[in-house]
Structure formats: C-alpha cells, structure tokens
C-alpha cells in the first residue's frame, strides 16, 4: 500500500512541477511584452508631454528602472525554469528531452540573452534620452 502512495505522490510532484514549469515559461515570454508596453508608454508620455525637464527625466528614470528590473526578473525565471529542467530530467530521464544546442544560437540561454540585450538597449536609450531632455 505504501508503495502506490509512493507512487502516486511522485506523479503529483511530477505533474505540478510540469505545470509550473509551463506558468514560467508563459510568464518568461511575457517579459518583452511588459518592457515593451512600459517602455513604449514612458517615452510616448516624454515625447508628447508639455510639461518641464524635471518631469520627463523622471519618466525616462522609471523606465530605465523597469528596464533593469525586468532584466533581473527574467534571469531569476530562467534560473528556476533551470532547476525545474533540472528536475523533470532526474525524475523522468527517459522522457527527457534535452535539445543540448551546439551553436550560440542554439544554446539553452539564448532567449534569454537576447531579450536581456535588447531591455539593456531600452535602459541605455532612456538614459540618453535623460541628457537630451
């Protein structure tokens, strides 16, 4: 008997760690569409704003901020999407598929590295932007 409440306790554990793997990996795709909104949204608010300099630097200010927080939070994700690959792997090495890439463009990182670059590029033009206000 305590062999099947063994059992049935791993394929819970193994079910609910696959869901919330699937919520991160949701919420890691979310990332961009987030920087872009508040990005977008801060330097439309510089860009058509009748208002003085003190203003609009502190709208470029709260997006280069966003920017690196987002940057934090998306390596934070995937970090934990890590640990759960990590996991799914020991628990189910025979359904594990590990899509191991070669190339820059196939590593596991990778999405993740573009998306920090391109949040990194979104700062530094704030940032500019904050000398040109």
Same mark, same amino acid.
Request: proline letters at 2%.
């Given at each position: 008997?305590?062999?099947? !409440?063994?059992?049935?306790?791993? #394929? *819970?554990?193994?079910?609910?760690?696959?869901?919330?793997?699937?919520?991160?990996?949701?919420? =890691?795709?979310?990332?961009?569409?987030?920087? =872009?909104?508040?990005?977008?949204?801060?330097?439309?608010?510089? *860009?058509?704003?009748?208002?003085?300099?003190?203003?609009?630097?502190?709208?470029?200010?709260?997006?280069?901020?966003?920017?690196?927080?987002? #940057?934090?939070?998306?390596?934070?994700?995937?970090?934990? !999407?890590?640990?759960? !690959?990590?996991?799914?792997?020991?628990?189910?090495?025979?359904?594990?598929?590990?899509?191991?890439? !070669?190339?820059?463009?196939?590593?596991?990182?990778?999405?993740?590295?573009?998306?920090?670059? =391109?949040?990194?590029?979104?700062?530094?033009?704030?940032?500019?932007?904050i000398v040109m206000v």
């Amino acid at each position: 008997m305590s062999s099947n !409440l063994e059992n049935d306790l791993c #394929i *819970a554990a193994f079910n609910q760690n696959a869901e919330t793997f699937r919520s991160l990996n949701a919420l =890691m795709w979310q990332i961009p569409l987030i920087a =872009m909104t508040l990005t977008g949204g801060l330097w439309f608010g510089v *860009a058509s704003a009748d208002a003085d300099a003190p203003f609009k630097i502190s709208l470029l200010v709260l997006a280069a901020s966003g920017n690196i927080g987002l #940057i934090i939070i998306l390596h934070r994700v995937r970090y934990v !999407l890590g640990c759960y !690959l990590k996991w799914l792997k020991t628990a189910y090495p025979s359904g594990y598929v590990a899509a191991v890439g !070669l190339t820059w463009c196939t590593r596991s990182n990778v999405i993740r590295t573009v998306f920090q670059i =391109m949040l990194g590029f979104a700062t530094f033009i704030s940032l500019v932007l904050i000398v040109m206000v």
